[in-house]
């Protein structure tokens, strides 16, 4: 019997919709389930880089990196709004590496990963201006190497977003609650958790990609018992006032082996992370405690010049990383490259699961698990995200100042920072958005800073957003900027068009 899709993905982080995605432009029939919002939990709290992660070569992680260097410009390249060059300065501290393994580590990174685009590493001076700004005066040299940023949260979100044009069909707030073998084909109950119904769907092939929950789905749903171990490792952030003026980021080394990013973060702040805890609590409820808050301040707070205190912090975020129990003792030196089970074969219908991986590894991730699938799945051609810009990235990395512009000039009553913040969460859509808008009366209600109804409607319409927290923190970040009264307008503003798009359906 024929299924009713070619491929169920459990999960909406960023490895779901990047295997959904990639899935459905090979001709596959895709549904996509996440239990809660996209992005809603590791995929939105990660520290936001594209990055071979230099001090995994320490660990001797050298394919990862290599694997993660390649990534880098292609990422940029077909995200060139939510993703851009960053330059890390690493201050030399001499009572930790020497400088020696720091020239040559960097030497290895500028190399490893074919880099194009991205500038080289180079020596600079600390006590002179402009980097001598924001750090202790102790510090003379320092290192300045390229990697990049990337939106997390946007990512996933323009990963389904593609993935839904091509015809996926993506549910939010929707948990499987069971699975089994049916013959040839997977039979699969998904209960939609706002409103209870449940809907039973058939599919060939199943992928785990449910991140933290990748086990408890394996075990409780699926009832398979014969799997890989996974890590659970929280990470955690601190965002304070901005630190320093310069757009330079700094990676400060730690005594206790870690590393520690301070980044400038929505114009008006610091970005201070991330720890590495081992987690057993309750996963729908991470959140960082007063020891990482009080690691973080304190680690920083060793090359800042001005102390931090908890006090300072405006905002935490902590996500848990579902990494592969590589036996390490400790969770900083868990690997982070990823692992792909697959339990089935041409006799029982096939599940793979996804243990690791990090954000900028996730379309390889997606074309490793497709490859592994291409005996189960029907695709009708290969590999293609490397090229193919997410929507709204249809313009060339170095044209982002232009398409400011260029919105600017067509839409004249847009103050430049309204205009930037459109393009960098929605590039070329950000036209979509405003449509034949002729003036801000024109975008409806105002929410505060520069959140009009226009935008809402975009986020609830096209990105599955319900909530105001899935609106100000996953798809903005403008839960910096709204105070709660304003938040709470908006949740209800939003529960309101929900209840008429829900009774306009029925």
């Known amino acids: 019997m024929t299924a009713d899709y070619d491929l169920l993905v459990i999960g909406g982080g960023i490895n779901g919709t990047g295997i959904a995605r990639d899935a459905v432009g090979r001709g596959a029939s895709v549904l996509l389930a996440e239990m809660g919002d996209l992005a809603g939990a590791t995929s939105s709290a990660s520290t936001k880089l594209i990055h071979g992660g230099l001090r995994y070569l320490e660990y001797y992680e050298f394919d990862l990196v290599r694997k993660a260097l390649k990534e880098r410009e292609v990422l940029w390249g077909i995200a060139p709004h939510i993703a851009w060059p960053l330059r890390f300065i690493l201050p030399h501290h001499k009572d930790l590496r020497p400088a020696w393994l720091l020239r040559l580590g960097?030497?290895?990174?500028?190399?490893?990963?074919?880099?194009?685009?991205?500038?080289?590493?180079?020596?600079?001076?600390?006590?002179?201006?402009?980097?001598?700004?924001?750090?202790?005066k102790l510090f003379h040299k320092g290192f300045e190497y390229s990697d990049c940023w990337v939106d997390d949260a946007r990512l996933v979100m323009l990963n389904a977003r593609d993935a839904a044009d091509r015809g996926a069909e993506i549910l939010t707030r929707?948990?499987?609650?069971?699975?089994?073998?049916?013959?040839?084909?997977?039979?699969?109950?998904?209960?939609?958790?706002?409103?209870?119904?449940?809907?039973?769907?058939?599919?060939?092939?199943?992928?785990?990609?449910?991140?933290?929950w990748v086990a408890d789905f394996l075990h409780g749903v699926v009832g398979e018992n014969d799997t890989s171990g996974i890590r659970l490792v929280k990470g955690s952030h601190i965002i304070v006032p901005r630190q320093f003026d310069h757009d330079r980021c700094f990676i400060f080394q730690n005594g206790d082996g870690r590393i520690v990013f301070a980044i400038p973060y929505e114009q008006d702040f610091t970005l201070i992370g991330t720890t590495d805890v081992d987690y057993q609590d309750d996963l729908s409820d991470v959140r960082?405690?007063?020891?990482?808050?009080?690691?973080?301040?304190?680690?920083?707070?060793?090359?800042?010049?001005?102390?931090?205190?908890?006090?300072?912090?405006?905002?935490?975020?902590?996500?848990?990383?579902?990494?592969?129990?590589?036996?390490?003792?400790?969770a900083k030196a868990a690997t982070r490259d990823y692992v792909l089970e697959v339990d089935g074969d041409?006799?029982?219908?096939?599940?793979?699961?996804?243990?690791?991986?990090?954000?900028?590894?996730?379309?390889?991730?997606?074309?490793?698990?497709?490859?592994?699938?291409?005996?189960?799945?029907?695709?009708?051609?290969?590999?293609?995200?490397?090229?193919?810009?997410?929507?709204?990235?249809?313009?060339?990395?170095?044209?982002?100042?232009?398409?400011?512009?260029?919105?600017?000039?067509?839409?004249?009553?847009?103050?430049?920072?309204?205009?930037?913040?459109?393009?960098?969460?929605?590039?070329?859509?950000?036209?979509?958005?405003?449509?034949?808008?002729?003036?801000?009366?024109?975008?409806?209600?105002?929410?505060?800073?520069?959140?009009?109804?226009?935008?809402?409607?975009?986020?609830?319409?096209?990105?599955?957003?319900?909530?105001?927290?899935?609106v100000l923190w996953r798809r903005t970040k403008l839960g910096l900027r709204l105070g709660k009264q304003e938040a709470d307008a908006l949740d209800a503003y939003m529960s309101g068009h929900l209840a008429d798009r829900t009774g306009a359906a029925a």
Not at 106 to 133: C, E, I, N, W
Not at 178 to 196: C, F, H, N, P, Q
Not at 410 to 418: A, C, H, K
Not at 442 to 466: C, H, I, Q, T
């Open 106 to 136: 960097l030497f290895m990174y500028d190399h490893l990963g074919g880099r194009k685009r991205l500038p080289a590493t180079k020596t600079v001076r600390l006590d002179q201006a402009p980097f001598s700004q924001g750090l202790k």
């Open 346 to 470: 041409r006799e029982r219908p096939v599940v793979l699961s996804v243990f690791g991986g990090k954000i900028t590894t996730y379309r390889k991730l997606a074309e490793q698990v497709l490859a592994k699938l291409e005996d189960f799945v029907p695709f009708k051609s290969g590999v293609w995200t490397d090229k193919k810009p997410l929507p709204g990235g249809n313009f060339q990395v170095d044209a982002f100042d232009a398409e400011v512009a260029a919105l600017e000039r067509d839409y004249p009553f847009l103050e430049t920072g309204f205009a930037t913040r459109l393009v960098r969460l929605y590039g070329t859509d950000g036209r979509r958005i405003l449509g034949e808008a002729a003036s801000l009366n024109d975008l409806g209600k105002a929410f505060g800073f520069n959140l009009y109804e226009a935008e809402v409607k975009w986020l609830m319409e096209r990105e599955w957003a319900r909530t105001a927290e899935d």
């Open 288 to 330: 960082i405690s007063e020891d990482e808050v009080s690691y973080l301040c304190a680690a920083a707070s060793e090359y800042l010049d001005k102390k931090i205190t908890p006090e300072d912090v405006v905002h935490t975020y902590s996500g848990v990383r579902p990494l592969y129990d590589d036996g390490a003792k400790d």
């Open 174 to 212: 929707t948990k499987c609650v069971s699975a089994r073998r049916d013959g040839d084909k997977w039979t699969v109950t998904l209960k939609d958790l706002a409103t209870g119904n449940e809907r039973t769907v058939t599919a060939g092939t199943l992928v785990n990609a449910a991140g933290p």
